[in-house]
């Protein structure tokens, strides 16, 4: 009797385990998709056509970033000028869309 207590409870724990490594993985799959930049502005575009403005500004977020990301190391050779006006002419067209502004300072 005592075997199958102590049986169920490691069966238990080891079940408990393997739920959290999953839950894991499906976050990290998850923040992996959203980090891609052609799935952020289809995802961009189907929240704007949707209304819901608030996780567009999420996608239009990550494609800024990734933009800022691949090119960082070209930034100062390509453009003249600051960071805040290469998003701004960038993605212009999105920002309008969310009704977002980029302030120089």
Request: hydrophobic share 40%; proline share 0%; with cysteine.
């Amino acid at each position: 009797m005592e075997t199958i207590i102590i049986i169920s409870i490691t069966i238990g724990i080891i079940i408990l385990v393997c739920f959290f490594g999953i839950s894991s993985d499906v976050s990290n799959i998850k923040k992996a998709t959203y980090k891609d930049k052609e799935s952020s502005a289809i995802l961009f575009k189907l929240y704007i056509s949707l209304g819901e403005k608030e996780k567009a500004k999420e996608m239009l977020y990550n494609m800024i970033e990734i933009f800022c990301e691949e090119e960082k190391k070209n930034i100062k050779k390509k453009y003249k000028g600051n960071a805040e006006d290469i998003v701004n002419k960038t993605f212009a067209k999105e920002l309008a869309e969310v009704g977002l502004t980029i302030n120089n300072m």
